[in-house]
């Protein structure tokens, strides 16, 4: 069985906790392949809410092993937080694998996050300021910390003192803060060191292993299509790649191990931060989509920005990440609405747009052209079956599948496990 990856095909927050959730008793391994504790998963078991952050969503399921991999970037501190607060709540966390090479994030990175954002004041980006950036530009500047450098205290100090050197230049000289001292960070790094070991192991060559022996592995992204660093809505992005070649270098197995590739798609769209969103209302149909769809962020509990579907942006999801399938998420949210406008191409300086452009300005002058479908107001929450959905509820996803280019495979009708609907199996 080859591996199969789940993203998200819009801006975040579709639903990849609950869908990873769903898949986790099923497979062997479940993947963080990038981005950190900017994620917010909220996976519902039973009348059980659990809010994730850092760790993969399989971590709730007991026959799977959840893997941090090499592109992952790890807080320590939320590490072992995440890890005793399941802990506490009876989740065996024993299985966790992190990779040795995946990159720290360390507290002078949280730092220069939240300074930079201030210093762009009016520009700036919105980021959760869990020190994303800081820490991937660290890792491409050559600069970063690792995981395995918590085990070579020399190591481990020089590579902090070559990190700080140019950042403290700038933090007492450019934004007039006090300088970070070398050893305090290294010995708050250190208290770390002996509580993560257990974890650490060489999650390339163990997934690879698994693969060679037909084990069941699922790399589950963070964030989504349009929030990747060269695929996304550039600079209003994180700086990671959640799109699937994402999943290839951030756990080190090649592309001919991938069969599946599962786009998971909310039935209207969400945005947290700034940036474009054609489709984004600022009515009481958007206000009605945040409050029925609990529209907050679980990380930094920010209200989303809501807005109706973007069949232009499933499009461009399908497209850059070669999907096999979508997972349409809280189509139950739609429920009661007489007519829902679903945006079909954009008007861009008076010419009608099929793809999404490449141009940062003719993205940002986009308006929505909308096709509107009729609604429905039966409750769907217990729909186990595609034939249980009322007409122009089926009609809404059929319209949707046709326009977005790939099989919906699954719909999501509630939060919990067994609110789902299976069209297609994904395993
Ligand atoms: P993620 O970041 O992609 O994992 O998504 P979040 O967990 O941030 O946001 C999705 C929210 O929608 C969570 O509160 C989920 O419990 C909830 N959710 C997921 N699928 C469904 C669904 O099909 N219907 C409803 N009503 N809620 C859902
Ligand atoms: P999940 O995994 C939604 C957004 C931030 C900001 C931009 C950059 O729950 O879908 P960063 O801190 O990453 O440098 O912020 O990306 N962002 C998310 N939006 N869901 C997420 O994760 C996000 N992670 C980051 O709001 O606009
Ligand atoms: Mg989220």
Same mark, same amino acid.
């Given at each position: 069985?080859?591996?199969?990856?789940?993203? =998200?095909?819009?801006?975040?927050?579709? %639903?990849?906790?609950?869908? @990873?959730?769903?898949?986790?008793?099923?497979?062997?391994?479940?993947?963080?392949?990038?981005?950190? /504790?900017?994620?917010?998963?909220?996976?519902?078991?039973?009348?059980?809410?659990?809010?994730?952050?850092?760790?993969?969503?399989?971590?709730? +399921?007991?026959?799977?092993?959840?893997?941090?991999? $090499?592109?992952?970037?790890?807080?320590?501190?939320?590490?072992?937080?995440?890890? +005793?607060?399941? /802990?506490?709540?009876?989740?065996?966390?024993?299985?966790?694998?992190?990779?040795?090479?995946?990159?720290?994030?360390?507290?002078?990175?949280?730092?220069?996050?939240?300074?930079?954002?201030?210093?762009? =004041?009016?520009?700036?980006? %919105?980021?959760?300021?869990?020190?994303?950036?800081?820490?991937?530009?660290?890792?491409?500047?050559?600069?970063?910390?690792?995981?395995?450098?918590?085990?070579?205290?020399?190591?481990?100090?020089?590579?902090?003192?070559?990190?700080?050197?140019?950042? /403290?230049?700038?933090? #007492?000289?450019?934004?007039?803060?006090?300088?970070?001292?070398?050893?305090?960070?290294?010995?708050?790094?250190?208290?770390?060191?002996?509580?993560?070991?257990?974890?650490?192991?060489?999650?390339?060559?163990?997934?690879?292993?698994?693969?060679?022996?037909?084990?069941?592995?699922?790399?589950?992204?963070?964030?989504?299509?349009?929030?990747?660093?060269?695929?996304?809505?550039?600079?209003?992005?994180? +700086?990671?790649?959640?799109?699937?070649?994402?999943?290839? #270098?951030?756990?080190?197995?090649?592309?001919?191990?991938?069969?599946?590739?599962?786009?998971?798609?909310?039935?209207? #769209?969400?945005?947290?931060?700034?940036?474009?969103?054609?489709?984004?209302?600022?009515?009481?149909?958007?206000?009605?989509?945040? &409050?029925?769809?609990?529209?907050?962020?679980?990380?930094?509990? &920010?209200?989303? &920005?809501?807005?109706?579907?973007?069949?232009?942006?499933?499009?461009?999801? #399908?497209?850059?990440?070669?999907?096999?399938?979508?997972?349409?998420?809280?189509?139950?949210?739609?429920?009661?609405?007489?007519?829902?406008?679903?945006?079909?191409?954009?008007?861009?300086?008076?010419?009608?747009?099929?793809?999404?452009?490449?141009?940062?300005?003719?993205?940002?002058?986009?308006?929505?052209?909308?096709?509107?479908?009729?609604?429905?107001?039966?409750?769907? @929450?217990?729909?186990?079956?595609?034939?249980?959905?009322?007409?122009?509820?089926? /009609?809404?996803?059929?319209?949707?599948?046709?326009? +977005?280019?790939?099989?919906?495979?699954?719909?999501?009708?509630?939060?919990?496990?067994?609110?789902?609907?299976?069209? $297609?199996?994904?395993?």
């Amino acid at each position: 069985m080859p591996a199969l990856v789940l993203l =998200g095909a819009q801006w975040g927050d579709e %639903g990849k906790g609950k869908a @990873t959730d769903l898949l986790g008793g099923s497979v062997d391994y479940v993947v963080r392949y990038q981005g950190g /504790n900017n994620a917010g998963h909220t996976v519902v078991v039973g009348d059980q809410k659990y809010a994730l952050h850092l760790l993969p969503s399989g971590i709730l +399921s007991p026959g799977c092993t959840p893997v941090i991999g $090499n592109g992952v970037v790890v807080d320590p501190s939320v590490l072992l937080s995440e890890l +005793s607060g399941l /802990n506490e709540r009876g989740v065996d966390t024993s299985k966790l694998l992190i990779s040795g090479n995946a990159h720290i994030i360390t507290p002078y990175n949280v730092t220069v996050d939240k300074v930079t954002e201030r210093f762009l =004041g009016k520009r700036k980006i %919105g980021t959760t300021g869990r020190g994303i950036g800081p820490t991937y530009a660290d890792k491409i500047n050559r600069v970063g910390i690792r995981v395995q450098d918590l085990y070579d205290e020399s190591i481990l100090t020089q590579k902090v003192e070559a990190a700080l050197d140019v950042k /403290n230049q700038i933090l #007492t000289k450019l934004y007039n803060r006090r300088a970070i001292a070398v050893d305090q960070v290294v010995e708050e790094l250190l208290g770390y060191a002996e509580q993560i070991e257990p974890y650490v192991a060489d999650t390339v060559l163990i997934l690879n292993q698994a693969l060679e022996q037909d084990k069941v592995v699922l790399f589950e992204g963070g964030q989504g299509t349009l929030l990747d660093i060269d695929h996304g809505t550039y600079p209003f992005v994180t +700086s990671s790649n959640p799109t699937a070649g994402g999943a290839c #270098t951030g756990a080190g197995v090649g592309p001919t191990k991938i069969g599946r590739v599962i786009g998971i798609l909310k039935a209207y #769209t969400t945005r947290v931060g700034a940036g474009p969103f054609p489709t984004e209302l600022f009515d009481e149909d958007g206000e009605a989509l945040r &409050r029925i769809g609990g529209e907050r962020g679980v990380t930094t509990g &920010r209200d989303r &920005r809501c807005g109706w579907f973007d069949a232009v942006i499933a499009r461009y999801a #399908t497209r850059v990440n070669g999907l096999t399938d979508f997972f349409l998420t809280k189509l139950d949210v739609l429920t009661g609405w007489e007519q829902i406008p679903v945006c079909v191409a954009y008007e861009i300086d008076g010419k009608r747009v099929e793809e999404l452009p490449y141009s940062q300005t003719d993205f940002h002058h986009a308006k929505p052209v909308y096709e509107t479908l009729p609604g429905w107001s039966e409750d769907i @929450t217990k729909a186990k079956s595609f034939s249980d959905l009322p007409k122009n509820a089926q /009609n809404y996803v059929k319209a949707l599948e046709e326009m +977005s280019g790939a099989p919906i495979s699954a719909i999501g009708v509630g939060p919990g496990r067994d609110e789902t609907i299976e069209i $297609n199996s994904f395993l």
